[in-house]
């Protein structure tokens, strides 16, 4: 058996930081030599071991028995081992939800999601993001540059949750920045409270006007979910349906913009993006590393120790990329671990690449000549453990014409690079305090958000408030 490492000693590799971001694969690869498994630290003091073999993680995302969802279970965090301002609690710490739970209390929570997932017709959800994409396309066509992560892949996944949750305009920007702010560790406990703050807010609205939404199905749901349950619950769907969501969007892009695989098939006019989410879930997950785990009882697998109440964190990137796996066919191969495996499966794998597929077909329908504004080597990724997520996708392209919708969604064209862009709005007939319309859109700065060459970007919940103030 391998003997362990002391904490603090280098052999803990970390998983936070620029250095980390900019290239994780050589840092998984670094790793292998070591096994399936390895000593990694997630966040200064917080020690975990990470699984990179695909077929141990699979044992693990498939044994229930042997390894918990529940952080409860957590030995470092129950002893103080953890530092309490560790900015992965907020991300990791127990809460009453599908995510953290085991068993019948699993099975239940989960029933509530899959049942509400389920009364969402994919026509329907189809028609949420093709207005969304329009609306966001119409404010930068005509401009010929955009940064298509702050103004396109961050903001439509908030337009399509927006109908799908019944949730206000004014609560768009708070959600994103809790979430941002979790999944980068940035101010995590005031990010996590800024989001349940926004989620109670939420519930107690539908309380009081219940409609044909995710909120009040969840709420109505023979479950029989707690205010608590409810809240916890609904930050899952949005956590997993905003971060992820955009990092799948814009990873998508990226690749599909500089990789010549599928540049020769754009250029030609085929669209091979079900071909480029594939590659994107295989090689480029939106979630890099997560669903974490707990040995019930010590464990020894292929010679490494497992240590009942250590954190397992699944390199769902790591175990996708093994070198171990015999096929490397990608294209319509839907075996990789970007979705997870076993008990927690992803329920919305098939809404969330509905929405990618979209939102990458309707871009390169209305923009076809899209350029990255940047060698793709120079596009940096936001630092943090669990995601796999650019800080920006500057672009460049021949100014587009706009296409607008009237109320009952049909599209008007307008002129490109000619006064202002049709208001692009999508029917919806309810408002917020302010009287703005859940997708309601602003008119972009004419230098656009983000400039090449005039400095670093805005954080992205920073830019994403920008486009919902109207600045």
Request: charged residues 20%.
């Amino acid at each position: 058996m391998r003997a362990e490492p002391p904490p603090g000693c280098p052999a803990h590799q970390p998983l936070y930081g620029p250095e980390f971001a900019s290239d994780p694969a050589s840092v998984y690869r670094r790793l292998r030599a070591s096994g399936p498994t390895a000593r990694v630290e997630i966040a200064p003091g917080v020690r975990a071991t990470l699984v990179t073999g695909y077929e141990a993680a699979l044992h693990v995302l498939r044994s229930p028995e042997t390894f918990s969802k529940d952080p409860r279970h957590w030995r470092d965090l129950a002893d103080g081992t953890v530092p309490a301002d560790s900015p992965v609690l907020p991300m990791m710490t127990y809460r009453p939800s599908a995510l953290f739970s085991d068993g019948e209390e699993h099975a239940r929570l989960r029933g509530a999601i899959t049942d509400t997932l389920a009364r969402v017709e994919s026509s329907t959800l189809r028609g949420y993001a093709e207005r969304g994409a329009d609306t966001l396309i119409d404010r930068f066509a005509p401009r010929g540059t955009a940064d298509l992560l702050g103004e396109y892949a961050q903001v439509l996944p908030l337009l399509v949750f927006n109908h799908l949750f019944g949730c206000p305009a004014g609560h768009g920007v708070r959600l994103v920045e809790g979430m941002s702010g979790m999944f980068d560790g940035v101010d995590a406990g005031k990010a996590h409270e800024l989001l349940v703050a926004t989620l109670l807010d939420l519930v107690e609205l539908k309380r009081r006007r219940p409609a044909a939404d995710m909120t009040s199905w969840l709420m109505e749901h023979p479950a029989g979910l707690t205010d608590e349950e409810l809240i916890h619950t609904l930050a899952v769907l949005m956590g997993a349906g905003t971060e992820p969501q955009q990092n799948l969007i814009a990873n998508a892009l990226r690749l599909l913009l500089s990789d010549d695989r599928f540049a020769g098939d754009l250029s030609g006019g085929t669209l091979p993006v079900e071909d480029a989410l594939d590659e994107v879930l295989w090689t480029d997950p939106p979630i890099a590393n997560y669903a974490v785990h707990y040995p019930l009882y010590d464990v020894v697998y292929e010679g490494s120790a497992l240590r009942a109440g250590e954190p397992l964190v699944v390199s769902l990137a790591a175990a996708n990329t093994d070198p171990a796996l015999t096929s490397r066919r990608r294209t319509g191969n839907r075996a990789h671990l970007a979705w997870s495996a076993g008990p927690h499966t992803c329920p919305a794998q098939g809404p969330a690449r509905l929405i990618a597929s979209v939102a990458v077909e309707r871009l390169l329908d209305r923009v076809p000549d899209v350029e990255l504004a940047v060698p793709v080597e120079e596009l940096r990724r936001r630092p943090g453990p669990f995601h796999r997520a650019l800080a920006a996708l500057p672009v460049a392209f021949p100014p587009a014409p706009t296409v607008g919708r009237t109320g009952d969604g049909q599209i008007t064209h307008g002129q490109a690079g000619h006064g202002q862009p049709g208001d692009g709005r999508t029917g919806d007939a309810r408002t917020d305090a302010a009287g703005r319309s859940p997708s309601e859109p602003f008119v972009p700065p004419a230098s656009g958000p983000w400039t090449p060459g005039t400095g670093r970007p805005r954080s992205a919940w920073a830019r994403t408030a920008a486009w919902w103030r109207g600045e």
